[in-house]
């Protein structure tokens, strides 16, 4: 007979609130305006939960020219940039803001610092939709610097404020941070990493400690994803980053009894569950 295994999903699994608030958001709008409403690029990065929400009428965009006059665009949890926001209105295009509270609040600290000379740091991937919505509020003294070698190359400055891209590791920006105070006489520091994304990784780590295999859920498209898939194998417990239950393969547990299940942030409930009934016919087949 084969050991049953163990399942352990991490507390911090699932949805983030500003995940959350953006799928209500959407829910809302299909009640409230009907027929088909759209999302300036994927509203969230999971593959299987943008094809659910295409067929209830949720259609992705690259472009405002694909939303016609009078229809509906959502913005999503990564914000946008203003001028894109403007554009839409200009069109007569009616707006529902996802952007998530806790990137809102960069985005306002920074739109304050361009009414001043105050040079901006954003400390962040810059093909990151959340930072090239952030440096938009930004005015022209912007820099973006994604890790400590290009904080090391930055010519010298008097002053300058820095804000953290929300899902940025804590252990990273705080390496960049120690980089910039060499370069800058006088830096001010706004953490806007999101507390929660935080809580996620720690969790996910202490999982890993206490299990002999570890399952990372979610869009290979999301970066907090990969990072937290890079969290778990950093402490040398074997570990699979996957999408879906139908990728999962019994001989990865042959020998393994206690079994932790992470995701992202874009993660829904019902996928999570897909993957524990696959995990329980696993563990239930003979051997």
């Given at each position: ?27 809302e709008g299909l009640e409230r305006y009907g027929g088909i409403i759209y ?40 914000g946008v940039h203003p001028d894109r926001v403007r554009e839409a209105e ?160 019994p001989a990865w547990f042959g020998g393994r009894r206690r079994i932790g ?27």
């Amino acid at each position: 007979m084969r050991a049953k295994l163990e399942i352990i999903v991490s507390p911090h699994a699932g949805y983030c609130f500003g995940v959350k608030r953006a799928m209500r958001l959407v829910a809302e709008g299909l009640e409230r305006y009907g027929g088909i409403i759209y999302t300036l690029g994927d509203l969230i990065h999971n593959p299987q939960e943008i094809e659910r929400l295409k067929a209830r009428g949720v259609h992705p965009v690259s472009s405002l020219d694909e939303v016609p006059e009078g229809g509906t665009l959502v913005i999503r949890a990564h914000g946008v940039h203003p001028d894109r926001v403007r554009e839409a209105e200009r069109r007569g295009i009616r707006i529902l803001d996802a952007t998530c509270p806790f990137v809102q609040r960069s985005q306002k600290f920074v739109r304050g610092l361009s009414r001043e000379p105050y040079p901006v740091i954003i400390i962040g991937d810059g093909e990151h939709p959340e930072v090239q919505g952030i440096a938009g509020h930004a005015g022209e003294r912007l820099l973006i610097v994604r890790d400590e070698k290009e904080a090391k190359r930055m010519a010298p400055l008097d002053r300058a404020a820095v804000v953290i891209q929300t899902t940025y590791p804590r252990p990273e920006a705080e390496r960049i941070i120690d980089a910039l105070r060499s370069k800058v006489r006088d830096l001010h520091v706004e953490d806007t990493i999101c507390q929660a994304t935080e809580s996620r990784r720690e969790a996910a780590l202490a999982l890993a400690r206490t299990v002999d295999f570890m399952l990372v859920v979610g869009g290979r498209n999301s970066s907090n994803t990969k990072r937290l898939y890079q969290v778990c194998a950093s402490v040398g417990v074997p570990a699979r980053f996957i999408e879906s239950a139908d990728e999962i393969d019994p001989a990865w547990f042959g020998g393994r009894r206690r079994i932790g299940i992470t995701t992202g942030t874009s993660t829904p409930d019902w996928l999570i569950a897909s993957v524990r009934e696959r995990l329980a016919e696993i563990s239930n087949a003979p051997a």
